[in-house]
């Protein structure tokens, strides 16, 4: 492994990122020392490199907002998806107790008559949840 790797890697680890937003953060800061440099006759000052630094910030922003998004999207998916269940509970503890059915049988009919999409994984999960709760009481 080449020299510049490793410290790429070891910058990497001790700011949190991966050696991909480390790269990107070299590069900008680099282009942005130049363009200051110039400014100042080709000077290269403490002030410019510590002016670089709202880059590594962005970068990590940047980062977070997309990790906020996925976990908004996460939660509104759960959020839809008992939603669902809910709506439909009746239907598939009828389903599975007066007729018997099992939970691909009862995906299956959601979909075809409702056009609704549970796995029959979640609706196995739902009746264990259901049925769980009586057998203990009983």
Known sequence: MSFNKKIIEARA?????????????????ANFIKKEAEKTGG?????????????????KNK???????????????IKNKREIMEKYADKIIDLNILRGWGSRKIAKYLKEKYN??????????????YKEPKEQNG
Request: net charge positive.
């Open 63 to 77: 980062r977070y907002n997309k990790k906020a998004k996925e976990l908004a999207l996460k939660k509104a998916k």
């Open 13 to 29: 680890k001790e700011l949190g990122l991966t050696k991909r937003e480390i790269i990107e953060v070299g590069k900008r800061m």
């Open 43 to 59: 000077e290269i000052t403490s002030i410019i490199v510590l002016k670089s630094f709202f880059i590594l910030n962005e970068v």
């Open 116 to 129: 609704v999409d549970i796995s029959h994984t979640t609706i196995l999960k739902f009746l264990k949840e």
